[in-house]
Structure formats: structure tokens, C-alpha cells
């Protein structure tokens, strides 16, 4: 018997859904930093086992703080990912749930399974912490009739299988969706902006990466004279002030993104890679509805 299946996985900014994607699927696809929102992309990871293949959307955090045309578009591209799949997984917290949890929880359709992955348990720590996820996964069930909680820790990777088998189980019985050896759709290209952006997200203070962007401008492939792939790449920004703080002092800053950056995409291509970065400034490109939507975001 095979099930297969299309899940969105939802919850509020930082409760560590890309961190479980990455966990489910067993490669680093979906960015992620312990800065919230960091996550501006749908993203599809593809589970194949040899008894289910689950095809998982990572998606932006829902957040109702920030209302820039940004925070909005990830809003949309969030919630528009619970229209065409067949079940949700909601992503919190174990040991609390904020406001901001109960907003997401409003909004999860009442049509679909809903799995409840009750991330960072490798946080409960004391007996009252324990007792308090306890009293969260029982109040969430008389809220409503999930199919399942499952305590989880992505970055331990406990009880991550548990959770894909659960869900597998809500899945319909059909073969495959995708090729088994398919793990994302998206491009090579747009993979290495988002590791660029990771970087930002890593490296720099509280402003910056949340009013930046990465756009690659050039991807060569390796030629036999080249012998790497080269990549030309600019990190835009939101205000004149920003572009010095990208760079740093005497160039330090961009380097270390660079040469960070650099190592990751190595990694996901295994090449050799040259990369060049570039810094622009666009005036609040982020507050911008035609600017936000030409760089790429849904
Ligand atoms: N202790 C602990 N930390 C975790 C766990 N899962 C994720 N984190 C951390 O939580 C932070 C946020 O993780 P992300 O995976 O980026 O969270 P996200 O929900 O995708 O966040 P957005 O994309 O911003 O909505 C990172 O610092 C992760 O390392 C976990 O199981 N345990
Ligand atoms: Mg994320």
C-alpha cells in the first residue's frame, strides 16, 4: 500500500517550520535563522519512502504585527497554501501558545486533517513545563478535532518519522505524485539567493534583513575554461543608511556573507563556485506593492 499526498505546513513566525521541513524531507531546502519571518517563500520538500511520498509547502509565518506590503504578501502566501492540499500540518511551540498561535488556529480550514506538531519539546525541561504542553495539547483538542498532536523537536529530530507517518496515514492511497528522487521544485538559482539571504538573516542585526532582498543577476554554468559555476548577485536594500552596514567596515561584513553563502551553495551543487555580491539600494522597496511583487514574492 502507497499513500501519497500534498501538506501545508503553517503556524506563527519562528515556531521552527522550515527547521521541520528541512527534518522531514533530510536536506537543507527552506532557510531558517532564529529571527521570525525569515521564511517569504512557499517552498515544496518532497518525503519519499518507500510506503508514502508527501509532498510538504514550507510557508511564510502568519503574523498579524507588521502590515508593510511584505508582511501582507507572506500573510497571502501562507493562507493561500491551505487551498489546494490535502492536509495541514500546524506548527507551535510545545511549551507555549501565544496569540498569535490562535490567530493561525482561526484560520486553519475546517474541510482538512490538521496534524498539531508541538515543536521545541526538547525544551521542557522541568515537570511544570511538561504539565504546561500537556495543558496546551488538551485545551487545542476541545478547541477542536485534530487528527493528531505529536510532541517533536526538528532540531534533535525527535519523533519527526512519528509525525510523517501520521500524517502519511491521512493521506489517500495512490502512487507516487513525483519522481522518487524529486526533492524540491524549486531552481538552483533561486536555492542560492535564499542561502545568500540566510546569511543576511544570520549575520546582521534586527533591521537589515528585513528590509533586504537577493537577486541573482548572472548564473554561468562551469565552461571547460571557467571550471566553476560563477554567480553575480545583489542584496538589495531598503535605505541609503543600510548599504555601508552590508558592506562593513573595510568590506568585512559582505565578505563573511559571501564566503558563508559561498560554502552553502558549494554544498547544494558540488562545484566549485565563484560568487560576487553587490549591494543596492532601493527606497522601501519592501512597503512597495509592485516592487515586493517584481522581485519575486507571490
Ligand atoms: N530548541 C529548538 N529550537 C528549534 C527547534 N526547531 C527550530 N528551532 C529554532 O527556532 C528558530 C526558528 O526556526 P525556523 O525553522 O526558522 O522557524 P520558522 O517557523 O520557519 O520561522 P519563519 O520562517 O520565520 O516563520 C531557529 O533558531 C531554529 O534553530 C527545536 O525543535 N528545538
Ligand atoms: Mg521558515
Known amino acids: 500500500m502507497h499513500r501519497a499526498g500534498m501538506v501545508a505546513i503553517v503556524g506563527r513566525p519562528n515556531v521552527g517550520k522550515s527547521s521541520l521541513l528541512n527534518e522531514l ?26 510506503d508514502h511520498q508527501i509532498l510538504f509547502v514550507d510557508t511564510p509565518g502568519i503574523q498579524h504585527l507588521h502590515q508593510a506590503a511584505l508582511n501582507r504578501h507572506l500573510n497571502k502566501s501562507a493562507i493561500g497554501a491551505m487551498s489546494d492540499v490535502d492536509a495541514v500540518l500546524w506548527v507551535i511551540e510545545a511549551r507555549r501558545l501565544l496569540p498569535e498561535d490562535e490567530r493561525v488556529l482561526s484560520l486553519l480550514p475546517l474541510t482538512l486533517p490538521v496534524v498539531v506538531a508541538m515543536n521545541k519539546s526538547d525544551l521542557l525541561k522541568t515537570e511544570r513545563e511538561k504539565a504546561q504542553a500537556f495543558a496546551i495539547a488538551q485545551a487545542l483538542s476541545e478547541a477542536r478535532s485534530f487528527s493528531a498532536l505529536v510532541p517533536v523537536s526538528a532540531v534533535k529530530g525527535f519523533q519527526v518519522d512519528v509525525l510523517a507517518n501520521t500524517i502519511a496515514g491521512l493521506l489517500a492511497e495512490q502512487p507516487p505524485l513525483m519522481e522518487a528522487d524529486a526533492i524540491t521544485d524549486r531552481s538552483i538559482r533561486f536555492l542560492c539567493a535564499e542561502l545568500i539571504r540566510e546569511k543576511l538573516f544570520r549575520l546582521m542585526g534586527d533591521e ?30 531598503a535605505r541609503a543608511s543600510q548599504k555601508p552596514m552590508v ?16 560554502q552553502d551553495i558549494i554544498k547544494l551543487v558540488e562545484q566549485p563556485v565563484h560568487l560576487q555580491l553587490w549591494v543596492k539600494v532601493k527606497e522601501n522597496w519592501s512597503d512597495d506593492d509592485q516592487a515586493v511583487r517584481s522581485f519575486g514574492y507571490e
Open 25 to 50: 524531507v533530510g536536506t537543507s531546502l527552506s532557510i531558517t535563522s532564529r529571527k521570525a519571518q525569515t521564511t517569504r517563500h512557499r517552498i515544496l520538500g518532497v518525503r519519499t519512502m518507500p
Open 247 to 262: 558592506i562593513g567596515e573595510g568590506g568585512e561584513r559582505i565578505r563573511r556573507i559571501g564566503s558563508e553563502a559561498r
Open 208 to 237: 537589515v534583513p528585513y528590509e533586504a532582498t537577493v537577486i541573482i543577476e548572472r548564473f554561468s554554468e562551469a565552461t571547460p575554461e571557467t571550471r566553476r559555476i560563477e554567480i553575480d548577485a545583489t542584496i538589495v536594500v
